[in-house]
């Protein structure tokens, strides 16, 4: 790629830059209005919040019901809309991610990459970031294409057997939708309709369950997506300071177009100058930075869910039967509380969740076919069919 042309000349220690470089606030009023705006209430958050959720909603279905001569049609799209939006799987989110990856690697290439190299960064950083972000694609595809452990009629025994009743969080039963026993770790997912085995949780950046056969996937996804957002933070700041150097800024001088004042450098000129210069890579800066501590804490997490082959579903419920036993004064009992599923260490652990994967479409019940022979004899029989007719 030919490196980015510049309207700038560099400028020399006697140079001085012509431009006001005023600082804009952004306005995070918005954000306020949801943290802390209540169904109830009357303080001014608690208004704006109703009027949001509430108001302008139902204000928005008697438009559409006038609109519609009458009918309740367009508030019952509006409330179908709502409900796909909300309480079904839909690829929405992924579909916001991937805009959000794809969009901001490739303004990381238009606006950074002509960057580099530069006095501290070789060349071959441009193609590191590319194998990264291919990476992040790559396990993203994995982790929303993979079956997460599906749990059907046919391989229910044999999921069973993997993981025995702890009898504390789990206890033999029956799955109320699915109508058929509910394996220990597992939970009925009602976005996807179906229960998985070693349930972990619902992910919406990936459309799927999060289970016994795609945890890994999901893993690698997060760390995937950590390391993307860190190495671009961490390239971004170093080539802006890169560029600061080749400018020769700290030796420059600034000047008011306004009102003719000169200004030495400091960190504050110098931050305005980068802000009107290189304003796409301060938000690219800043929102990896802001994502990589979200990543970093969200990652570290599951790896230690990991490390102690505890599920988030799970973590869910230990956290509840340590609160209730702690209220009912019983907090002797709690010694006697055992995680069986714990291997004994964190590297044993992470190879039961990680690497000794139970693939569900493999596992069978004796006298049952399994998943996959099931739809290779459904498509044999099909085509069988299909040869029979042509004859």
Not at 52 to 71: D, F, M, Q, W
Not at 267 to 283: D, G, K, N, P, V
Request: hydrophobic share 40%.
């Amino acid at each position: 790629m030919q490196p980015r042309e510049r309207n700038e000349a560099a400028w020399p220690a006697s140079a001085a830059n012509v431009q006001n470089l005023p600082f804009s606030e952004g306005d995070s009023s918005c954000i306020r209005v949801f943290l802390l705006g209540k169904s109830e209430g009357n303080n001014i958050f608690d208004r704006l919040y109703r009027t949001a959720t509430e108001y302008i909603p139902n204000a928005l279905k008697s438009v559409l019901r006038v609109l519609c001569c009458g009918s309740d049609r367009g508030g019952i799209a509006l409330d179908s809309a709502w409900n796909y939006t909300c309480n079904e799987a839909n690829p929405i989110v992924q579909i916001i991610y991937l805009s959000l990856v794809v969009g901001g690697y490739l303004l990381y290439v238009v606006f950074g990459y002509p960057l580099i190299p530069n006095t501290y960064l070789a060349a071959y950083h441009k193609y590191v970031g590319f194998l990264v972000f291919v990476l992040c694609i790559y396990t993203f595809a994995g982790a929303s294409l993979a079956d997460p452990g599906v749990i059907t009629k046919s391989n229910v025994k044999a999921i069973s057997e993997i993981y025995p009743m702890d009898n504390i969080l789990f206890h033999d039963k029956e799955c109320s939708t699915c109508k058929q026993p509910k394996p220990a770790r597992s939970k009925h997912c009602s976005l996807c309709n179906c229960c998985v085995a070693r349930f972990d949780h619902h992910c919406v950046w990936i459309n799927n369950c999060v289970g016994v056969n795609n945890v890994h996937w999901f893993i690698a996804f997060l760390l995937s997506n950590t390391f993307l957002c860190v190495y671009g933070a961490v390239v971004g700041v170093i080539s802006l300071m890169a560029l600061v150097q080749e400018r020769n800024l700290w030796n420059a001088r600034f000047i008011n177009p306004n009102t003719g004042e000169q200004f030495s450098a400091s960190y504050r000129i110098i931050f305005q100058w980068l802000l009107t210069h290189e304003y796409i890579m301060i938000a690219m800066i800043t929102l990896c930075t802001i994502m990589s501590i979200v990543l970093v804490g969200f990652t570290s997490w599951h790896l230690y869910l990991a490390a102690t082959n505890v599920t988030t579903n799970e973590s869910a419920k230990w956290r509840t039967l340590h609160d209730y036993l702690k209220k009912e004064n019983k907090e002797s009992e709690l010694d006697e509380l055992r995680n069986i599923y714990d291997k004994g260490s964190v590297l044993a652990n992470w190879r039961d969740v990680l690497w000794d994967r139970r693939d569900t479409r493999t596992l069978v019940d004796e006298g049952k076919p399994s998943i996959t022979e099931h739809k290779a004899s459904n498509s044999h029989s099909k085509k069988s069919a299909g040869k029979r007719k042509k004859h």
